[in-house]
């Protein structure tokens, strides 16, 4: 199984994301506007596979260690 590490100073950014330190590294997940916003940047060729999968209507999620992208998520909600 997967072991889980403690989080320190959460932070919930309503609307946005979230934030917390894990392990001493401090992480942001979020929509990838909020992420930008916070000044992190994301590589052209991920942009175009945020702007993909949002076509496609997917909800992106991006995950960032300071100032760094480590990764993209999609969810999707089929109509049942």
Request: glycine residues 8%; positive net charge; charged residues 20%.
């Amino acid at each position: 199984g997967l072991s889980v590490l403690p989080a320190s100073d959460f932070r919930n950014k309503v609307g946005k994301g979230i934030e917390a330190t894990i392990d001493g590294r401090f992480i942001r997940i979020g929509s990838p506007r909020h992420i930008v916003s916070t000044g992190v940047s994301i590589p052209h060729i991920s942009q175009a596979r945020i702007e993909q999968l949002e076509a496609q209507a997917r909800t992106v999620i991006v995950v960032a260690e300071e100032s760094r992208l480590l990764g993209i998520l999609a969810i999707a909600d089929p109509i049942k």
